[in-house]
């Protein structure tokens, strides 16, 4: 694999397809032209378009400690691909085939940190679920792992590149355009909420006191819970309700949180920084299940702010507001003939949204471990802030909360042995 690897940097050094592969020549996909995949858990995100259904790369197997899932995805890869599609149900026999280049890490959050370390050190690239990691020592050491190694990592949200903005009503590349071109002044205030368009998902939530259940003959309960604490197993605890649980992710703002916050993120032009504050305002919570909250603010050192509106009281507040303008959804706006002006401005820098482009040049994908870090960190600030019950300062280059060690036990936490990064 490192030799298929240093062919496709030398070819996107040399000059963009001076050498093109024969399968696009040809308009052929045999396999020994194709980069090769395996997805890494299959759960209900695995089996989206971004995963088993992207049909750019080669998918030569699927793994999960479930073994109906992995048999399920098995069959589904054979159905749609028509070859025969390898299962596992331990990650690391996927991490050791020579013949995968790209994993797909699809598995629930408190696994994406540790399996993007791993298989950044067994060379492979990185297509990983959101939010990048659990915690932000996790996120801070998958960068560097990429980075030791020269692996490729993006992170699977997009809406900084293509696609409707949720209920925002149009693309992020023109709410670019009016913060690049200074038409809002600043410092700017992003409130995000059901008002602006974005459902937090409070229904994330887990159950109190689950008595404990046999562990089903088909899953390595082990093994799916990896680094997270042993607790004993109840179904309500994996799969498809996991995101309600400390342990495991962190409720509807873990879920959905850098598929919203990341664009916030480019949109303000804070892709190398992270806020230096955030306050919040929530009922206390559980230790093990994730609850809600009602306003979490955070605050960067130019005082820039993004305010996480979890009640719905700033919902009649635009999405972005400077000292000279603000912005609602649908890009309604009290700056006198927006439209007109931000034709006459130029356009954020153009983003390549192919994966495959960046696998092929050794060139940073626009959505990669960097900037998805810091995205990545807005939501586990919102969170350790929860679950601390108060705010707290946060030092955004030595990623810590200085003199507060009840904060760092949540920015830092432990894996369960024998796993370690």
């Given amino acids: 694999m490192r030799n298929r690897r240093s062919f496709l940097k030398a070819v996107g050094g040399a000059a963009a397809f001076t050498i093109v592969p024969a399968r696009i020549l ?90 993007s370390i791993y298989a950044a050190e067994a060379g492979k690239d990185i297509w990983c679920e959101k939010p990048m990691t659990r915690t932000i020592g996790e996120g801070r050491k998958v960068v560097d792992a990429v980075k030791a190694n020269g692996a490729m990592f993006r992170i699977n949200t997009w809406f900084r590149m293509y696609g409707g903005f949720y209920g925002f009503g149009t693309e992020v590349k023109p709410i670019k355009k009016v913060v690049q071109n200074g038409l809002l002044g600043g410092p700017i205030r992003a409130v995000v909420g059901v008002g602006q368009g974005f459902n937090l998902k409070f229904g994330w939530t887990g159950q109190v006191n689950v008595a404990p259940q046999p562990v089903p003959a088909n899953l390595d309960y082990d093994m799916w819970l990896g680094p997270a604490p042993y607790k004993p197993y109840h179904p309500h605890r994996v799969h498809g309700s996991f995101r309600g649980y400390w342990d495991y992710d962190g409720g509807g703002l873990g879920d959905m949180g850098q598929h919203y916050l990341d664009p916030v993120q480019y949109i303000l032009d804070k892709d190398n920084e992270s806020p230096i504050r955030v306050d919040v305002d929530a009922p206390p919570q559980h230790p093990e299940v994730v609850g809600s909250f009602r306003r979490i603010t955070m605050r960067y050192a130019d005082g820039t702010e993004i305010i996480l509106d979890g009640d719905g009281s700033l919902k009649k507040e635009p999405f972005l507001s400077g000292p000279n303008g603000k912005l609602w959804p649908k890009m309604k706006s009290d700056i006198k003939d ?68 009840t904060a760092n036990r949540f920015i830092e936490q432990p894996m369960r042995a024998p796993w370690t990064i």
């Fill in 26 to 115: 040809r308009s052929e996909t045999a396999p020994s032209n194709q980069l090769t995949r395996a997805l890494i858990g299959y759960g209900g995100i695995a089996h989206s378009g971004a995963h088993m259904g992207l049909t750019d790369t080669r998918l030569v197997a699927v793994c999960d400690p479930d073994k109906s899932r992995m048999e399920a995805g098995m069959r589904d890869g054979q159905k749609k691909f028509g070859w025969k599609v390898d299962g596992h149900r331990d990650f690391r026999e996927i991490l050791e085939r020579k013949d995968v280049d790209v994993v797909h890490i699809c598995t629930p959050p408190h696994w994406h940190g540790p399996i």
């Fill in 338 to 405: 927006l439209d007109k002006l931000l034709a006459t401005l130029p356009d954020p820098a153009l983003q390549d949204s192919s994966f495959l482009n960046a696998l092929k040049s050794r060139k940073p994908f626009p959505l990669n471990e960097k900037n998805a870090f810091r995205s990545a960190t807005l939501v586990n600030l919102a969170l350790v802030s929860m679950r601390v019950g108060r705010g707290y300062d946060f030092d955004p280059v030595k990623l810590i909360a200085p003199n507060d060690p």
